[in-house]
């Protein structure tokens, strides 16, 4: 029997098939067709320099599946979903680490046995790429994946170099591909749950690999290396994939296929069914009290990012465009340690104190003050204010023991400023400065003493990264603060000597495309 359920929609598969001299010339045919697609489309710099290495090498690996839209892998669209052989892993993963690939995982048993997930970045595409690396094809519906059809080593025999991957012979992806869908669409909690049909990208690529191979050669497949999957039950299976199909016709052929697998599964069937339908109803729930999905850790750990700069450097800019492009594939979180949240302490010791300040029971912050402290000129800003700067200190450490717990934990962490040494005027102790050489008594000193103690808790960050920009650019740019003040602050972070710390000093003055794109290969270095 040659001729699929449904009719081709390729002529030329059609004619090859009457002829029966597919093998090698269709083959060549098809590799042509890839290269073609492939050229029209951007093939990312990094993507290119992992497919040659892996050629040179000789590693025997494949693109495995979605080779339909193979020109979307090049670009970075789509993942690179690529087999390895288990003798070849090592060197494979040796290729990744040459190339600057972090290794990642999900903490909460989303990992499936023998993947790996590991991530590049093209700094040129200011893409981070995603290589979902399998030693095992493990299968089945999103939620559980519950099979593991024990068919690599043939699987990548079969495979033929197409243009820049290497991927498997049509027969062997269609045949992968059918038991992927039917057990991802036919079986009956996958249609209780409304995932019975397939994606109208899913049914493309059934129609395009079942005009590049013949009934015949997929039930050869099955036939020499599953043999549980005989041809009638693969006809069902790709009947039940068909529009139109009955609703009984696609829970049988489901129901059979899972009977006939049931020694590659990784659970029983009613554990399976069962974890399938909790998760369907657990994730929802879990997503919307976290408003997003679980995402990623870097195999390494966490880091914890510091972005410094004066005003009109960019820093809020440039952390939220960092923050996201990585939040697309890592947990991540941001902090502005310039501007704290206020902890229950500091609500009610700032509410009392202007609850006093509007009853007249003291003065408060003098005119022109504020300014004042940015031009050292003593004007004493009375008791409340220094208890509030105590109060700001106290805010910034604890932001600084989350941020620093989260990176601990494997999280990646932005922070928008951070108090240093070098810098005094934004982030740092403020009591002992704006009271210098005007009072000395002993509420001043145990004020200044507790903030001294906060600030001496917060440590360096992995990463410290300081935005440069002349004072006149700053000015130019930040029109919403008094011109002094703007320049002062500015000034502070150009003067610095800081060929003597950790920092990494950025040229903020360019555009922030060319400041973006330098700081994510900054980071990705560090990661």
């Given at each position: 029997m040659n001729q699929f359920v449904g009719n081709p929609?390729?002529?030329?598969?059609?004619?090859?098939?009457?002829s029966g001299v597919y093998s090698n010339r269709f083959s060549q045919f098809r590799s042509k067709a890839i290269m073609t697609t492939e050229e029209k489309q951007s093939t990312l710099d990094l993507v290119a320099s992992l497919c040659k290495a892996l050629k040179d090498e000789k590693i025997n690996y494949c693109h495995w599946k979605s080779n339909v839209a193979i020109d979307r892998s090049a670009s970075g669209e789509n993942d690179l979903d690529l087999l390895v052989s288990?003798?070849?892993?090592?060197?494979?993963?040796?290729?990744?680490?040459?190339?600057?690939?972090?290794?990642?995982?999900?903490?909460?048993?989303?990992?499936?046995?023998?993947?790996?997930?590991?991530y590049g970045y093209d700094q040129k595409a200011d893409r981070i790429i995603h290589a979902?690396?399998?030693?095992?094809?493990?299968?089945?519906?999103?939620l559980s994946k519950n099979y593991h059809i024990p068919i690599e080593?043939?699987?990548?025999?079969?495979?033929?170099?197409?243009?820049?991957?290497r991927i498997p012979a049509p027969e062997f992806e269609l045949a992968i591909f059918v038991v992927r869908m039917v057990l991802k669409h036919s079986t009956l909690d996958a249609i209780i749950m409304g995932h019975g049909t397939l994606s109208a990208s899913e049914r493309r690529e059934l129609e395009v690999l079942q005009s590049l191979t013949t009934l015949t050669k997929v039930a050869a497949v099955f036939d020499q290396h599953l043999p549980c999957v005989d041809n009638n039950l693969f006809e069902a299976c790709l009947r039940s994939l068909q529009p139109g199909c009955s609703f009984w016709k696609r829970i049988l052929a489901g129901q059979q296929l899972q009977q006939k697998l049931r020694s590659c599964a990784r659970r029983p069937l009613i554990g399976d069914t069962v974890l399938k339908f909790s998760r369907r109803i657990?994730?929802?729930i879990q997503s919307r009290l976290h408003a997003r999905e679980p995402k990623k850790h870097l195999i390494k750990g966490g880091l914890l990012i510091a972005v410094v700069g004066g005003d009109g450097s960019g820093k809020t800019t440039v952390v939220n465009s960092l923050y996201a492009r990585i939040f697309e594939e890592f947990e991540i979180a941001k902090f502005h340690m310039g501007k704290p949240s206020w902890s229950w302490t500091t609500f009610w010791i700032r509410g009392i104190i202007k609850i006093g300040r509007m009853l007249g029971f003291y003065p408060f912050v003098k005119e022109g003050s504020e300014s004042s402290f940015d031009t050292n000129i003593p004007i004493f800003p009375g008791y409340p204010w220094l208890i509030r700067e105590v109060c700001t200190a106290r805010d910034r450490f604890l932001t600084y023991t989350a941020a620093r717990r989260l990176a601990t934990n494997g999280c990646l962490v932005i922070c928008d400023r951070y108090p240093l040494a070098e810098v005094k005027k934004m982030d740092g102790p403020q009591v002992e400065r704006i009271t210098h050489?005007?009072?000395s008594n002993k509420l001043i000193k145990a004020l200044a003493g507790l903030e001294n103690q906060y600030y001496e808790q917060i440590m360096l960050p992995d990463l410290l990264i300081v935005l440069r920009v002349a004072p006149d650019i700053a000015v130019q740019r930040k029109t919403d603060e008094p011109a002094e003040s703007v320049r002062s602050r500015a000034g502070e972070v150009w003067n610095v000597d800081w060929g003597n710390t950790p920092a990494h000093i950025v040229d903020a003055s360019r555009t922030k495309t060319e400041i973006h794109s330098d700081l994510m290969a900054l980071i990705w270095s560090y990661l």
């Open positions: 929609p390729y002529i030329l598969s059609i004619v090859y098939k009457i288990r003798a070849d892993a090592q060197r494979f993963i040796g290729i990744l680490m040459q190339l600057d690939f972090k290794e990642a995982f999900l903490t909460k048993g989303g990992q499936l046995p023998g993947t790996r997930d590991y979902h690396v399998h030693f095992q094809l493990v299968l089945g519906h999103d080593n043939p699987f990548l025999e079969s495979a033929t170099q197409g243009g820049l991957f657990i994730l929802p050489g005007m009072h």
